[in-house]
């Protein structure tokens, strides 16, 4: 997903108009007056009628996005900064692995996570991963195709390896999806409560209320 800027300026601007709106009832209590409550719910009242129409409309108006290889998703973290982001960097579907046969096909899907933040060192938070096909089924990561990789070729990086400022690492995953699965796409959300609770009421942010999602595309 692309940062989305308006959406960020307009949780920067209902933070200013809520503390704003606190500011001015303490200022008034402090002086012994009565604050103008009447018209401080009115204003924001009105802003957070603005903020949700402006929340669904963008929503609404979105569309599905899929990834080809090399294609980069942003992340927004608890600081609305977007700075951490992920790719697919190689796909391979295997009927094993080492001594390790698959239950249906493995895929094992290369990842490339990368920062772009200048000074603060930075980390994916709780990822999930899963693939989807066009049944709309869903798949986990495999714990035994991830073990068979491992033992083959070497452990893996966690996804939650911290990351300095402009850096990046690859790593795999594996998934074990049936053979026949098709339109497979893989699906990446990261972030703690905080996080995702943000991103719920960050206009044009891709894990908004009613926004389409962005995929990864695995197959042809």
Not at 96 to 118: E, H, M, N, Q
Not at 197 to 204: A, D, P, S, T, Y
Request: glycine share 8%; proline share 6%; hydrophobic share 45%.
């Amino acid at each position: 997903m692309n940062t989305p800027i308006l959406g960020i300026l307009l949780v920067l601007f209902t933070a200013a108009l809520v503390f704003g709106s606190a500011a001015v009832v303490l200022i008034a209590l402090l002086r012994g007056r009565r604050p103008p409550l009447l018209r401080l719910a009115l204003a924001l009242g009105t802003w957070a009628a603005v903020y949700a129409i402006a929340l669904v409309t963008t929503s609404l108006a979105s569309a599905p996005r899929v990834l080809d290889v090399g294609g980069t998703k942003r992340f927004c973290g608890f600081y609305i900064d977007c700075h951490t982001h992920i790719a697919v960097a190689a796909i391979e579907r295997l009927d094993r692995i080492g001594a390790t046969d698959a239950g249906g096909v493995f895929y094992a899907v290369t990842l490339r996570v990368g920062s772009d933040a200048k000074k603060a060192r930075l980390r994916l938070v709780g990822p999930d991963l899963s693939i989807s096909d066009a049944s709309a089924r869903r798949f986990p990561r495999s714990p035994t195709g991830e073990a068979a990789l491992a033992q083959a070729r070497g452990p893996q990086r966690p996804l939650t390896d911290p990351l300095d400022p402009g850096d990046s690492y690859v790593t795999t995953v594996v998934f074990d999806v049936p053979r026949d699965a098709r339109d497979a796409r893989l699906h990446v959300t990261d972030g703690w409560w905080a996080d995702r609770l943000i991103e719920f009421f960050l206009v044009g942010d891709e894990d908004s209320f009613l926004h389409e999602e962005t995929s990864f595309r695995l197959t042809p």
